[in-house]
């Protein structure tokens, strides 16, 4: 945790020594985080909401076991992740069909949101577990890929693997919306012009 | 590369750098080609909206129902959890990748052992019944003392003698104490020599033949290493 912020490795260091406040003060700079990912993951309010309160429970029992080797917002995405992970194998729920107003309530679009984006999240919920996985930290919460395989504990080709195929599906989900005569042109070109935004 | 070629690549094309080699190669067939163009397109459009996809709040009950449930639990249940952990800390973070690993190997010990335990219980019994009367080495003694094979450690306490058990082969068996034995036929003293009848396995291993277990180390006879001993030998010791 050598390169982390002190005041962060401080917070940690009182939260494994019980200090609830603490404790609190780390909900609260990565519950957005958690929340966030969860959501991404099962694209259900109430499910996102629960498996945040299991994350940080565990956090709470587990965090006298974290080491400090790798940073604490990669522990806590693989805390999360396997979480979601507990969570699709009790409930057998791969999530298939999406509820649309569930993702536009989650995520309290702003005005002139784009339709774009709303079937973006529509899409990203229909990917294959492994590579929503991949695609939602590389693609959505901007991870590098070897901060991608370290909270994954894959290797570094696999999740470049893993996110390439998942692009590859979202294109031809997206793709009936945005190809042929339906593609908006005058946008997807300037995009084009800009990849990287 | 044709068409087919360039839309597999698109999605790995869109990481590299556009000055690449590959990148320059993309744009010159881009400016050709609408199909691979709108793709292009579509692959760049997915890429930036994704990055812009909103960090999501979770409503403020989320923290009340952590603080509760923190609250509900006793502080030595949580101690307890969070002790169960502690060894974790001085294992290598990758032990369950390598707990994977070793799976397979744990699987054949698991059934080697099964193995083991199904074949019948040796038959035991004590063939030397005392010490006092094993260890004489006078010409008139005609106790009848085991003698044990040993792998390394020498035996200091009265071994129970273990019979073979048919099925078992021609493995030495091991005592309930560990020392690998077979039984003695008989044991006649002449003179400074006794002669050991015994029937005994082949074996590979180095043996030591000692005449009971109370004779000090020095006085046990280290067998050649490579020596195999037959179904049947006459075995010349010197006490």
């Known amino acids: 945790m050598s390169k982390q912020d002190p005041d962060l490795v401080d917070l940690v260091e009182r939260a494994k020594a019980r200090d609830e406040a603490a404790f609190e003060e780390l909900y609260r700079r990565y519950k957005r985080m958690v929340y966030t990912l969860t959501f991404r993951m099962t694209h259900e309010v109430s499910s996102a909401e629960d498996l945040t309160q299991e994350v940080f429970i565990l956090v709470w029992r587990k965090i006298g076991t974290f080491r400090g080797e790798a940073s604490f917002s990669t522990w806590l995405y693989r805390l999360t992740l396997n979480e979601c992970r507990g969570f699709f194998r009790k409930t057998h729920v791969e999530a298939k069909t999406v509820d649309l107003e569930d993702v536009t309530a989650a995520t309290k679009p702003e005005e002139g949101r784009s339709l774009f984006r709303s079937r973006l999240e529509e899409s990203i919920a229909k990917l294959p577990k492994g590579y929503r996985e991949v695609f939602v930290l590389h693609d959505v919460q901007g991870k590098n890929h070897e901060e991608v395989a370290e909270i994954l504990g894959c290797s570094v080709g696999n999740s470049k693997s893993q996110l390439f195929k998942a692009r590859a599906k979202l294109k031809q989900m997206l793709a009936p919306y945005y190809g042929g005569d339906k593609l908006e042109l005058s946008r997807l070109e300037e995009a084009a012009a800009h990849p990287l935004g | ?239």
């Not at chain 2, 001085?90 to 369950?96: E, G, N, Y």
């Not at chain 2, 792998?151 to 068996?173: C, K, L, N, Q, S």
């Open chain 2, 1 to 239: 590369m044709n068409c087919r070629d360039w839309k597999k690549r698109l999605p790995i094309l869109l990481d590299e750098a556009p000055e690449s080699k590959e990148r320059r190669a993309l744009a010159a067939h881009l400016a050709e080609c609408p199909s691979c163009s709108g793709e292009w397109a579509l692959l760049a459009q997915l890429k930036q909206e994704s990055r812009k996809l909103p960090e999501l709040e979770p409503g403020a009950h989320v923290w009340e129902k952590v603080r509760e449930r923190l609250q509900e639990q006793p502080a030595e249940e949580l101690q307890g959890k969070r002790a169960e952990g502690w060894w974790k800390n001085l294992l290598p973070a990758q032990l369950p990748k390598i707990s994977w690993a070793l799976a397979p190997a744990a699987a054949i010990l698991l059934a080697l052992f099964i193995f083991h335990w199904r074949q019948p219980a040796p038959d035991v019994a004590k063939v030397i019944p005392s010490a006092a009367t094993a260890v004489k080495t006078t010409p008139n003694s005609t106790s009848a003392p085991g003698i044990a094979l040993r792998r390394r450690t020498p035996v200091t306490e009265p071994a129970v003698i273990t019979r073979m058990p048919e099925r078992r082969g021609r493995i030495p068996h091991l005592t309930p104490d560990s020392v690998p034995v077979f039984v003695i036929e008989t044991l006649s003293p002449q003179g400074q020599k006794v002669y050991v009848d015994a029937q005994a396995p082949d074996t590979e291993l180095p043996v030591f033949v000692i005449h009971q277990g109370r004779l000090p180390e020095e006085n046990y006879i280290p067998a050649p290493s490579n020596y195999l001993m037959p179904v049947v030998s006459r075995r010349t010791t010197d006490f």
